[in-house]
Each structure stands twice: as structure tokens, then as C-alpha cells.
């Protein structure tokens, strides 16, 4: 028994991956959350999405994973209980949850809408906060954050639909509005996926342009669908007719080699910006300062959002009817979920419905 | 013969490198330059200084290099002919030129004040103009460029003080001005030499905070007396405190393995950028997306700068100070100023005397 367990007012049930190299065979367990603070808000679970981010975590691909881990971090459900400080919840609200449960509340970035970048931030799920207490994500049946990084669910967006925003589609938006994705911009988005399908919409909806690069050309249809203005696929030779055309890249694609890293740098505008936000276990392919000088270009990475962007986001959401592609399971399949994430065969989004007790 | 001689006007003189496996040995040979049109103008070279991009070329250790080469690309002296078109010049006038000396004139880059970053640029040498007459340097008795090449030189500054602001200089000036450099921000310099001994005065002298990085602990003295706040030894462990703590990073050192890509884009804060303004012969380190991704940060490219750059930044050397840490050499002697320059023993820039007649 931990040292922090007689802190613990509940027990809660979630899945959870035991060894990294059984990260399929997700089994039940017990967890205490956190300790109840005076600005906390326990969240009653209903559906959490499946993230690349979990794959990398529990397969080890990622370095430092803590076992047990309960994965999850696109979280949607109702608010249970707030602390007596919380003022933007109340019991019974409809509430998310996104890939961060914590920072420090006092540096810079915290008080400048850059919470998801405090170097004291707790990740939602293979953390600890600073007293030692553990976080386990959200393939579970409830969870326990500051309302900080607790976001309020617009009516217009079903539970089911909004979960997956919370990571994937904050993770593209962010950089979208922050590298000013627009009207008069073009914008290219890499890779046909969880954030690709989440970034061709939020791009349109912001009013670029958007072309939609993938290396797999039965996506086509799909990035029209999504809105996108022109579909290329990155064989061999792609970047030649578009030198110096796009304005911003968002680049989702969650490989390392494989990425075509110096013909999409050459694609871009003098000083455009090519951002990375997916985290391959690997270094990105090598890179010579002349792809960077010819046209003064700039090659990014960006971390989730901060709760400012994701209102925004999720409100543009509302406005413009973006939509999650997803293929919903019961939260016993999370295993195949991850399974399916981790082949790229999802179509865009697994989210797992809770069905056990909390 | 070859076909092009024909349309030569004028044969004039330079010092070129025939043999790359002989790099320091320059022999006088006679170059005719590109034909005369009616924006050209001609000027007598007094100066023009020795860059490590000259290095680069005549040591094969970029591609492509053309022999026989005549390098140099800070050219200052005198106006001794100008075309009919030509309105910003007269005969006597003081003048440079930098390291391009024609574009497209067409693109979007030339019309935006990006004519540094035009597809279709001439470099000052080892380079052909669309008709096919040779680009060659300033090593040389003359130079021929199109006016928006051409930068008139401020009565406040020498021409020998001049010609290393005109490559030196700007390369470093238009990426501190196009990214922020100024009150209120804390800008690295990476590397005290011929472009960082420019940098940290430009980012002083436009109001920023300076924070010199050198792998070389004696080069202390000289940082703080050009401007430096703060200097810092690129040792072991060295982004250890100083992470989030610089908002952008100016990197002049021109070598591969030996930047310290990961440390320094640690000491970013977030959104922060690090701009390459050197072109070592081999790729970068390795990077891995996390360490963009972590602070949000920017691995940029800078190519000289604009002819609205270049005369914002004479004006501001002229008004601020900005001193040319300089070693005069003859002409003659441009086979050592290269070698000083390969093995970074010069403080901080060779500047060669014409010593031949036009």
C-alpha cells in the first residue's frame, strides 16, 4: 500500500495495460485519483477517444512509462463534484478533458495562455503530480482535474463527437490559429488521420485553403470530404510543381523516416512554417541548413492547447459543423482500439463507450 | 572562345581559384563580365571582404562549384558607370554589393522585399545569369550588378568598415529584425565570429537583451565588449538553467555535429525561434519532434537579407556605431585571409585590398 493511499476518498476502475509488452491485454484495476482539492472537479465518465499518444505510451515506444497506466486523454462526460473554489462547473454539467491535468499556475506561460507548455505541467495519464499522487487517463470510469483544464462541452456537440477534439483537434487548431491559418493562406496538412481529418476542417473553417498531402491516394475522397481544396500524394517528385506555395504546414503524420521532410520544407512560401505535432519514437529525418535557408523557412512542433484555444475550438466546432470521424467500441475493446491505431487502419477516431460501474 | 564573348565590353581581373585541391592558391586571371544593360552599373573595387562562404565554394565543400572561381561577395568601392535606366547611382558614388546580384524581378519574393529569397537569384558568384554570363566576385578590379543590388554606402562608415556589413552583416540583421529582435526580448548569439560579432551589436544596437553563447571561454572579453549582457560557455549541461529563458537565437556557427541543436532549443521560451544563418557542408544533428514540441519552438533558415534590409541596417550602424572588427590584407594574400578563415582564426573578418588595375 502506497504512502498516499490514506489521502484517497474514492476508488474508480479503469483499464489499464500491466506490461508493455502485453499493451493490448488491457485488464481492470482499482486506482485512487488524486486528492480532492478545493479547485477540482470530478468528471463521471462516458466516452474517451483513442490516441496515438496511448499506443506510444504503452507499447514503451515512448520512454518512462509507469505500469500500471490507465491511457486515455480525449475524455468526455458529466461533472460529479467540484470543490468549493470551482466557479465555472456545476454538478451535472457536460464536461471534457484533454491531455493535460496540471501546472504550476505561476510562471510565465501559465499567465499567458501557455499552460500547455509550463515546464511543471502533469500529463493526464503516466504522471505525477507534484505530492506524489498518480494520473490515470480517461479508459476509466471517472477522473479528477483542476477546472482549469476541465472544458465545458457546447450544447450543439454530442459527447461522443467532442471527445476526440480534445487532444487531436486542439493539438491541430492550436498551431493552426497561432502560425494564422486564414483567408489568403495556404495551408497544407500531412497525413489523413486522427489530427489530419481534425486539421482539414479546422483549416477550412478557419478560411484557408487547404491541401490535403498524404503518401496513400484512397484518401482522396476522404480530404475532399473533409473540405480540402486540392489532394496530393507525396511519391516521389510531389514537392517539384509547388516550390515556394503553401503558406503552413501541419504536419500529424506519426512516423519519423518516413516523413518527407525536405521536399515539404520546399514547398513553403519565404518564411513559412511546417509544424510538427505528432511525437514518432524516432528522430525526424536529417536535415541540412539549406533546406531551412532557401526560403527562409521555419520548421515547428506544437503541444496541445491551451483551454483559451480550446473554447475557441470547440465553439468553432459548434459554428461550422466540424465533425469527428469516428468508429465507436465498448471500453472493453480498447485493445483493439489500440491495436487499430497502431496499424493506421481506424477511420479517424476510435472512441470507447464506458461500460463499467464507476 | 566561348559564344558569349562576343558581347563583352570590358575585360577586367580577379583572383580565382582554378583547382579546388589548391583553394589557397589564387592566380590573376582575366574575367569578362556579364553584358551591359540599363540598369547595370560597374564599380571599382577598393574592398571586399573574405566570408566563409567563399570557403565553402572553393573548397568544393558546397556542390557544384564552377572553375575557374573568383570568390567574394562584400564588395565595396566606387561607381565608374552607370546604365541609362539606373536612378539611385552616379559615377563616383560609394557603393557595395553583397552576395546576390540579380533576381526575377517578377515573383512574389522580389515584390514583397523578398528578393533574397527569389527561385530564380544570382548569386554574386560560382553562378550564371539566365543568359548564361558568369557571375564572378569580388577578388576582382570590378563588379557589374543590376542597381537593386547595389547598396549606396553611408558617408558615416569607411568602405573597408562597410564591405563585411554587406554579407556579414545582413545575414545576421534581417533575421533579428524579421523576428522580433528588440526592448524586451532576450536574444542568443551562437558563435563569435565574422557573422556573430555583427549579430550581437545589430541585436544590441535595435535594443535587445544579448546573451552570447561560444564554445570558446577566451572569446568572453570580446562578447561583452561588443555588447553582450550575458556570455555563455556551450559546454556540458550548459541549457541546464536556462531553459524557456531566450526568445530567439540568432546561430552563426558554421559547423554540423558540433551545434548543440537540442540544448539550445531548450533554452527557448515558448513559441521561441532558432535561426540558421550558416550553411555547414553536412546536415544538422538529428532532432527529435519533442524538443520542438515540448516549448512550441522554431528551427528557422535566414539567406541574407533584402535591399530594404541592407539600407536599414547600414543606417543603423552608421547611427549606432556598429563597428567591423576587421584584419586588412592585400589582395594577394586572399589564399590566407581563406585559410585563416577554414581554421576560425580570424578576429573577425579578412578584409582584402584591391592591389591590381583595373
Redesign the interface.
Same mark, same amino acid.
Given at each position: 500500500m502506497s504512502s498516499n493511499t490514506t489521502s484517497a476518498d474514492v476508488q474508480w476502475k479503469g483499464y489499464a495495460v500491466t506490461d508493455t509488452e502485453k499493451w493490448d491485454e488491457l485488464k481492470v484495476i482499482d486506482f485512487e485519483p488524486k486528492k480532492f482539492e478545493d479547485y477540482d472537479i470530478d468528471i463521471k465518465i462516458e466516452y474517451c477517444g483513442v490516441c496515438g499518444s496511448d499506443v506510444h505510451t504503452v507499447t514503451g515506444g515512448w520512454e518512462g512509462v509507469m505500469l500500471p497506466v490507465i491511457p486515455g486523454h480525449e475524455i468526455t462526460g458529466r461533472v460529479v463534484r467540484v470543490g468549493p473554489k470551482v466557479t465555472e462547473f456545476k454538478v451535472g454539467d457536460r464536461a471534457g478533458v484533454g491531455a493535460q491535468v496540471c501546472s504550476c499556475f505561476k510562471c *510565465? !506561460?501559465c499567465n499567458?495562455d $501557455?499552460e500547455n507548455?509550463c +515546464?511543471k505541467m502533469v500529463s493526464t495519464y503516466n504522471a505525477k503530480y507534484p505530492n506524489g499522487d498518480i494520473a490515470q487517463g480517461g479508459y476509466s470510469t471517472a477522473i479528477r482535474a483542476h477546472e482549469r483544464f476541465v472544458f465545458p462541452i457546447p450544447n450543439e456537440l454530442n459527447l461522443e463527437q467532442a471527445s476526440p477534439m480534445l487532444c487531436a483537434g486542439l493539438t491541430v487548431y492550436s498551431p493552426l490559429v497561432?502560425n494564422g491559418a486564414g483567408p489568403g493562406k495556404r495551408v497544407g496538412i500531412v497525413g489523413i488521420g486522427g489530427l489530419g481529418h481534425f486539421a482539414i476542417q479546422f483549416a477550412k473553417a478557419l478560411g484557408a485553403e487547404v491541401i490535403a498531402f498524404s503518401h496513400s491516394p484512397e484518401k482522396k475522397d476522404d480530404a475532399m470530404k473533409l473540405g480540402a481544396d486540392e489532394f496530393v500524394v507525396t511519391g516521389e517528385g510531389f514537392a517539384k510543381d509547388m516550390?515556394?506555395k503553401v503558406d503552413l504546414i501541419i504536419c500529424t503524420a506519426d512516423v519519423s523516416e518516413g516523413i518527407p521532410l525536405a521536399d515539404l520544407l520546399s514547398t513553403l512560401? *519565404? $518564411?513559412g512554417?511546417c509544424i510538427? *505535432? @505528432?511525437? !514518432?519514437d $524516432?528522430?525526424?529525418p !536529417?536535415? &541540412?541548413? +539549406?533546406? +531551412?535557408?532557401?526560403?527562409? @523557412?521555419? +520548421? %515547428? %512542433?506544437? &503541444?496541445i492547447g491551451s483551454k483559451k484555444e480550446a473554447l475557441a475550438m470547440l465553439q468553432l466546432a459548434a459554428e461550422k459543423g466540424v465533425e469527428s470521424y469516428i468508429e465507436m467500441l465498448p471500453m472493453k475493446d480498447a485493445g483493439k482500439a489500440l491495436k487499430g491505431v497502431k496499424d493506421n487502419s481506424v477511420r479517424y477516431r476510435y472512441v470507447l463507450k464506458v461500460d463499467i460501474d464507476i
Open positions: *510565465v !506561460p499567458t $501557455n507548455y +515546464l497561432r516550390q515556394g512560401s *519565404v $518564411n512554417r510538427m *505535432v @505528432a511525437i !514518432p $524516432n528522430s525526424l !536529417p536535415l &541540412h541548413s +539549406l533546406q +531551412l535557408i532557401g526560403n527562409g @523557412a521555419f +520548421l %515547428g %512542433g506544437s &503541444h
